[in-house]
Nanobody
Framework: QGQLVESGGGLVQTGGSLRLSCAAS????????MGWFRQAPGKEREFVAN????????YYADSVKGRFTISRDKSENTVYLQMNSLKPEDTAVYYC?????????????????????WGQGTQVTVSS
């Protein structure tokens, strides 16, 4: 079985940047689609970004498009989420997830129930 462990969260001012990491262990996730989700207090978990199994395609929620970038280093079995121009509304717990099914249309893989493995989350707080 595999595990995902997020890190890199913290407190940052509006307009600042953070880079989240998701380290995979226990199995290789090189053929998995990987995604980032977030959940703010009192709200449902929402899709942020994903990357398909061969790293050719990425997809972003409209709320983060142009500010966040998802990437993967397969040699390190790690997925990243670079977050720039952060806003207070980006405050949430951020979760990394992996989907074992191979998808060519990554835009269709944006609901939490599509993903098979989840990390424990890392808190991101953006102060105004």
């Amino acid at each position: 079985q595999g595990q995902l462990v997020e890190s890199g969260g913290g407190l940052v001012q509006t307009g600042g940047s953070l880079r989240l990491s998701c380290a995979a262990s226990g199995r290789t996730f090189s053929t998995y689609a990987m995604g980032w989700f977030r959940q703010a207090p009192g709200k449902e978990r929402e899709f942020v970004a994903n990357i398909n199994w061969n790293d050719v395609r990425t997809y972003y929620a409209d709320s983060v498009k142009g500010r966040f970038t998802i990437s993967r280093d397969k040699s390190e079995n790690t997925v990243y989420l670079q977050m720039n121009s952060l806003k207070p509304e980006d405050t949430a717990v951020y979760y990394c997830a992996a989907d074992r099914e191979i998808h060519e249309n990554i835009e269709a893989v944006t609901t939490a129930d599509e993903y098979d493995y989840w990390g424990q989350g890392t808190q991101v707080t953006v102060s105004s």
